[in-house]
């Protein structure tokens, strides 16, 4: 059974840095794509950022430049560094790895 816990979210300033972290526990994790995503109130969830297992990233257009999408396979961890933030990035993060969904942070961005 895979599990997916994230961790670091809170409130920041607009442009405040936080480091999102989702601990994967279970046999899988080196080989597969890692995601993360977000969902605003009263809107879709949308992808952020994916980093493959060979260590490939994207982004959507609306972070590109501002966050950065990692992964260390021996800890069994993905990471979101996320700098300048905006109001507008305001939303509950999820990681999600082959079918699983962590639970999700709140990041808050408000002066």
């Known amino acids: 059974q895979v599990q997916l816990v994230e961790s670091g979210g809170g409130l920041v300033q607009p442009g405040g840095s936080l480091r999102l972290s989702c601990v994967v526990s279970g046999s899988i994790f080196g080989n597969y794509a890692m995601g993360w995503y977000r969902q605003a109130p009263g809107k879709q969830r949308e992808l952020v950022a994916r980093?493959?297992?060979?260590?490939?990233?994207n982004y959507a257009g609306s972070v590109e430049g501002r966050f950065t999408i990692s992964r260390d396979n021996a800890k069994k961890t993905g990471y979101l560094q996320m700098n300048s933030l905006k109001p507008e990035d305001t939303a509950v993060y999820y990681c999600?790895?082959?079918?699983?969904w962590g639970q999700g942070t709140q990041v808050t961005v408000s002066s």
């Open positions: 980093i493959s297992g060979s260590g490939s990233t």
């Open positions: 999600h790895l082959l079918n699983n």
